[in-house]
């Protein structure tokens, strides 16, 4: 296992999903660093949800988008700004209107540089898709909450503050009942924790949690991962019951004076167990290390 190279990052968009009417996914093929990425359209505007990492996957997703969009107007978002989701962007923007909510935007300016050096480091394979990644600013910005209207067909956009990022959105098609979760959603697969501490300590278990909550309420019946296989509503409660597994076995073996490696040890064995078919369990130890640094203060 560990002497296997993990395949390229590369989207396929042959393998593009016609999941409703003018409602299409490009799924990620359970390939690492290849994101679920979402094209919508209404009567006169499609909306692209996320780029894939880097210029060549995004030129290919963008001749896919021009082919469905047949000269309708194209509008992009990301989910978050995380490079498999966000550092195609440049290429999308020559034709699409590109927006997002302001804290992703901030995470952008702070963060995205740094990682695309951070990512470029993770081989041979990741390091080409990077090559020639540009940064581009989105023409509109929104605090909380954006309406886009793309002709018969409203697509609402909710910056769900910070989770797995600061700038974490979510993307709804109300009339079809879906939503983007981006990476705070994975479907078989570990919750992505981005806990690289000094350099990045945004993630938080806590407000992670509470942002669950928000969108179990919401009522979404198809739910659009960041990574892993579209899935019902199901998927929502399942990564909730996660994070709470982990925040509750880590703040009680915390609390009860246990060093912060023992309670990795503990929990990851814990959580594999839990979930043996699950990819990622690398990041079982990062979830961990951010509870253990939100164990609240006076307890
Ligand atoms: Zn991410």
Known sequence: MADEQPPAPI?????????????????????????NIGIVGGRDAVLVVDTGMGPR??????????EIAQGRKVYLTTTHFHPEHSYGA?????????????AQLTDLRVKGPGYLEFF??????VAAELAGVEFVEPSVTYDQEYQLDLGGRIVT???????????????????????F???????????????????????????????M??????GDTLVIPGHGRVSGPDLLEEVHAYLVFLRDEV?????????????????????????????????IEKGVRCLCAEVPADA
Request: aromatic residues 8%.
């Open 57 to 66: 996957n995004a030129s290919q997703v963008l001749a896919k988008v021009d």
């Open 120 to 125: 470029r480091t993770f081989g041979d394979s």
């Open 181 to 211: 979760c981006g990476d705070l959603v994975e479907e078989s697969q570990f919750s992505i924790f981005p806990w690289f501490p000094p350099e990045d300590a945004d993630v938080s278990g806590v407000r992670w949690i509470a942002v």
């Open 251 to 283: 703040w009680s073996r915390y609390r009860s004076g246990m060093a912060e490696d023992q309670i990795v040890a503990e929990v990851e064995q814990m959580a594999r167990e839990r979930h043996p078919k699950w990819v990622g369990q690398e990041w």
């Open 213 to 218: 909550e928000g969108l179990m309420r919401a």
């Open 90 to 102: 440049a290429v999308l923007a020559e034709q699409a209107t590109f927006l997002m909510n302001t």
């Open 11 to 35: 989207v396929r968009v042959d393998q593009i999903q016609d999941v409703q009417r003018d409602f299409y996914v490009i799924p990620d093929m359970g390939v690492p660093l290849v994101p």
């Open 157 to 179: 956009m909710h910056a769900t503050g910070r989770a797995h990022t600061k700038g974490d959105q979510v993307i709804r098609v109300p009339d079809v009942g879906a939503v």
